[in-house]
């Protein structure tokens, strides 16, 4: 069982910055893959980026340039890195790993204020 606990998110002006956190449970981080994911009211939730066990990342096209995934192997923790941020970015944001499975994080709420 993995347990994943986001945090970081809050409320900030649009052009304004947050990073998140997604610290996990287990003792074969380095082995996850790993993601950020948000679902804004209404709509399904969808990738935001994602990071494979070699390091290796990719993203949605709304956040390329703007955000940056990355991972402490060390601190078994994922972070995202938001730039630039917009009112269209306000949404619930979720960590995913993958590891045989899927598991969620509860989620932490971002709000990006024009």
């Known amino acids: 069982q993995v347990q994943l606990v986001e945090s970081g998110g809050g409320l900030v002006q649009s052009g304004g910055s947050l990073r998140l956190s997604c610290a996990a449970s287990?003792?074969?981080?380095?082995?996850?893959?790993m993601g950020w994911y948000r679902q804004a009211p209404g709509k399904q939730r969808e990738v935001v980026a994602r990071?494979?066990?070699?390091?290796?990342?990719n993203y949605a096209d709304p956040v390329l340039g703007r955000f940056t995934i990355s991972r402490d192997n060390a601190k078994n923790t994922v972070y995202l890195q938001m730039d630039s941020l917009k009112p269209e970015d306000t949404a619930v944001y979720y960590c995913?790993?993958?590891?045989?499975?899927?598991?969620w994080g509860q989620g932490t709420q971002v709000t990006v204020s024009s």
């Open positions: 287990g003792s074969r981080f380095n082995l996850y893959a």
């Open positions: 990071i494979t066990s070699e390091g290796s990342t």
């Open positions: 995913r790993a993958q590891y045989f499975r899927n598991y």
